[in-house]
Nanobody
Framework: QVQLVESGGGSVQAGGSLRLSCTVS????????MGWFRQVPGKEREGVAA????????FYADSVKGRFTVSQDNAKTTLYLHMNSLKPEDTAMYYC???????????????????WGQGTQVTVSS
């Protein structure tokens, strides 16, 4: 069983930066990929960035390319999301997720993931 705990959210002005962290515990060897998703009230949860844990290849939603970077530490027990040049439209609850059973068809599809954290709020003011 894998457990995920996010941290690092907060309030920032437009143009600022934040770094989210996701600490992984439990049976950590079963993760094929991990991702960051976000959701605002009334909208579906959308994929922001994701990474294959073995090879390190990363993928991004078009809306965050060039501004966000997903990474993992060498021990692969912490996932990060570095967010730069933040915009008000980045305001959302951000969730960390892991896929522990098989490789995904599309790594940014939320339905591929079976393990989720509780979320951390990011608020960007103009």
């Amino acid at each position: 069983q894998v457990q995920l705990v996010e941290s690092g959210g907060g309030s920032v002005q437009a143009g600022g930066s934040l770094r989210l962290s996701c600490t992984v515990s439990g049976y950590t060897y079963s993760r094929y990929c991990m991702g960051w998703f976000r959701q605002v009230p009334g909208k579906e949860r959308e994929g922001v960035a994701a990474i294959y844990t073995a090879g390190g290849s990363s993928f991004y939603a078009d809306s965050v390319k060039g501004r966000f970077t997903v990474s993992q530490d060498n021990a692969k027990t912490t996932l990060y999301l570095h967010m730069n040049s933040l915009k008000p439209e980045d305001t959302a609850m951000y969730y960390c997720a892991a896929k522990t059973r098989g490789y995904p068809v599309w790594i940014l599809d939320r339905d591929e993931y079976d393990t989720w954290g509780q979320g951390t709020q990011v608020t960007v003011s103009s």
